[in-house]
């Protein structure tokens, strides 16, 4: 049973514009979230983080949006652009310490 | 660069085989993961390491098994290999998990069994 689950397994977009990336999730339990992008032939690099206590965290370009109550996230790129393409991950933080992440969306920015 | 080094970054044997994937971890970073994707299951906690000493073990199978040296350096020892064993392996290391919950991860080990 998949914990976290990011339901479009892929996403175009035109250079420019917006990118959101969205990710759901059914442990009410977890207090830490976090964003990923991967490249082909690369391990995942970190992006962006969001603790349970907030709602919004911003670094550039780059917005997480945090809605407990309906156990949703989402990742915000603005603008986009052609290098941001990439498969991008949601991870949770598990009881364990360990990350436990969703099966991938892959962004296409379209020049 | 992430900082975190594995080797090596292919690896093809036969099934029934043993091998050995090693980690080295930012420098400075005490904790270790180890992470398995293939295509259906996505990225798996396989087992952590701290400071010499497993701290968490997720789906791990019994032919597989871990250690953290002291140098902090870590090997990922499969065995018997399986058809369905064939991934990548990914380590990932963080300064101290109850500190700071971000985890960087090296460029993985792509495993394949015939």
């Known amino acids: 049973d998949q914990q976290v689950k990011q339901n479009s397994p892929s996403l175009s977009v035109q250079e420019g514009r917006i990118s959101i990336l969205n990710c759901d999730y059914t442990?009410?339990?977890?207090?830490?979230f976090l964003w990923y992008k991967k490249y082909p032939a690369e391990g995942p690099t970190f992006l962006i983080s969001i603790s349970s206590i907030k709602d919004k965290n911003e670094d550039g370009r780059f917005t997480v949006f945090l809605n407990k109550s309906a156990k949703h996230l989402s990742l915000h790129i603005v603008p986009s652009q052609p290098g941001d393409s990439a498969v991008y991950f949601c991870?949770?933080?598990?009881?364990?310490?360990?990350?436990?992440f969703g099966k991938g969306t892959k962004l296409s920015v379209k020049p | 660069d992430s900082g975190v080094t594995q080797t090596p970054k292919h690896l093809i044997t036969a099934t029934g085989q043993r091998v050995t994937l090693r980690c080295s971890p930012r420098s400075g970073d005490l904790s270790v993961y180890w992470y398995q994707q293939s295509l259906d299951q996505g990225l798996q906690f396989l087992i952590q390491y701290y400071n010499g000493e497993e701290r968490a073990k997720g789906n791990i199978l019994e032919r597989f098994s871990a250690q953290q040296f002291p140098d902090l350096h870590s090997e990922l020892n499969l065995s018997s290999l399986e058809l369905g064993d064939s991934a990548l392996y990914f380590c990932?290391?963080?300064?101290?998990?109850?500190?700071?919950?971000?985890?960087?991860f090296g460029p993985g080990t792509r495993l394949t069994v015939t």
């Open positions: 990932a290391s963080s300064v101290d998990p109850g500190a700071t919950y971000e985890q960087y």
């Open positions: 442990n009410s339990m977890f207090d830490y």
């Open positions: 991870a949770a933080r598990g009881s364990q310490g360990n990350l436990i």
